[in-house]
């Protein structure tokens, strides 16, 4: 009971901070904030060093003994000497919130031993908050999600150069949606049954997944690695290979057409 009590106290804290780094975010958003490019490709706003500046300061406060990686703060090895830890991406989708798209959100995890126990998507610009704990419900503005039934129309979402790897029998067979260049929003997608399933590219880190796993996975889903094995966390490396993400009942043909892909 202890130890449940305080995934949920570790819930309502993360939910309170990711709303208030909503709001600082909201505040730059569409309004021409600063902007540079990491490694000359990825993007990175003054917004996000904000929001992070702000999540590090209140969480690590709040939970002095919890470990830390954020996408914004350089990695600190002894965060995998720590049973629990914050994952954060202080704005998920900073491509589309540079070009004053509502596809974005604040994302954060807290992990134990590998494993996402707690998890927050605050998408202010949509006034959407999707949350889970630890063998609980996935909500999203306090009502609870579930993945689709999967009808016929079989709508996925994922990048162009997933896209065009697909065996040719798969991709004849859904319907692709606009690409979702948030990786956690798509996945919440997933879990509130917009989507019904999506390929992640090699390439995505603990930060862009931690949160939107447990929540795909309390309602009803599964984020898995081609082998078909749950996605681990706080490893040494933080980096994933090609993802799948969906129902129950699409996974093993997923896993399939993962396994046919050379990326």
Not at 79 to 89: E, G
Not at 162 to 189: K, W
């Amino acid at each position: 009971m202890q130890e449940n009590d305080d995934v949920l106290a570790d819930l309502a804290l993360i939910r309170e901070a990711a709303q208030e780094g909503g709001r600082i975010a909201m505040g730059y958003f569409r309004n021409h904030p600063d902007v540079w490019y990491k490694g000359g490709r990825s993007p990175v706003t003054e917004a996000d060093i904000a929001v992070d500046r702000f999540l590090s300061k209140t969480l690590s406060a709040a939970r002095p003994d919890y470990g830390w990686l954020s996408e914004e703060t350089e990695d600190n090895k002894s965060r995998r000497h720590h049973d629990r830890i914050f994952v954060v991406d202080p704005i998920d989708g900073t491509r589309a919130y540079v070009n004053g798209e509502d596809v974005w959100c604040v994302s954060i995890a807290v992990v134990e031993s590998g494993v996402p126990v707690a998890g927050v998507l605050a998408c202010p610009a949509r006034d959407e908050l999707f949350e889970a704990a630890r063998g609980g419900e996935a909500t999203k503005n306090g009502r609870p999600i579930a993945v689709s039934s999967v009808g016929a129309d079989r709508v996925m979402s994922m990048p162009q150069t997933v896209y065009r790897n697909l065996p040719e029998g798969f991709a004849d067979s859904i319907q692709r949606a606009p690409h979702i260049p948030s990786l956690a929003y798509r996945i919440a997608m997933v879990a509130d049954g917009r989507l019904d399933a999506t390929l992640v590219k090699p390439g995505s880190h603990d930060w862009d997944l931690a949160a939107a796993d447990l929540i795909l996975g309390n309602a009803g889903g599964a984020l898995l690695n081609r082998k078909g094995e749950p996605v681990r966390y706080n490893k040494k490396s933080v980096s994933h290979g090609l993802l799948i993400a969906g129902p129950e009942r699409m996974l093993p043909e997923l896993k399939n057409v993962a396994g046919a892909i050379d990326l």
